[in-house]
């Protein structure tokens, strides 16, 4: 079963930077197309950005020319460069299966952006 361990978040003014990781163990998510997701408080959660096993990305608009997700299939992680930030990014975000089947949510890495 495949564990999914997010790190790297932080409080952040306004216009900072942070790298998000997602370090998977139990087995290798090398050939799976992974997603970075979010969640605000209050709301639910929703899709930010995710890499094809071959590297193609996608981004929600929001974030795009900001954000930039990569992946290493060496270490088994996904990462999350964020930069630009605004206090809307706000929110604990996870990494899983992106357009497949989730597997067991991590506990997710709390992003909080100040204005």
């Known amino acids: 079963q495949v564990q999914l361990v997010e790190s790297g978040g932080g409080l952040v003014q306004a216009g900072g930077s942070l790298r998000l990781s997602c370090a998977a163990s139990?087995?290798?998510?090398?050939?799976?197309?992974m997603g970075w997701y979010r969640q605000a408080s209050g709301k639910q959660r929703e899709w930010v950005a995710s890499i094809s096993s071959g590297g193609n990305t996608n981004y929600r608009d929001s974030v795009k020319g900001r954000f930039t997700i990569s992946r290493d299939s060496a270490k088994n992680t996904v990462y999350l460069q964020m930069n630009s930030l605004k206090p809307e990014d706000t929110a604990v975000y996870y990494c899983n299966r992106f357009n497949r089947g989730y597997l067991p949510w991590g506990q997710g890495t709390q992003v909080s952006v100040s204005s």
């Open positions: 139990g087995s290798t998510i090398s050939l799976n197309a």
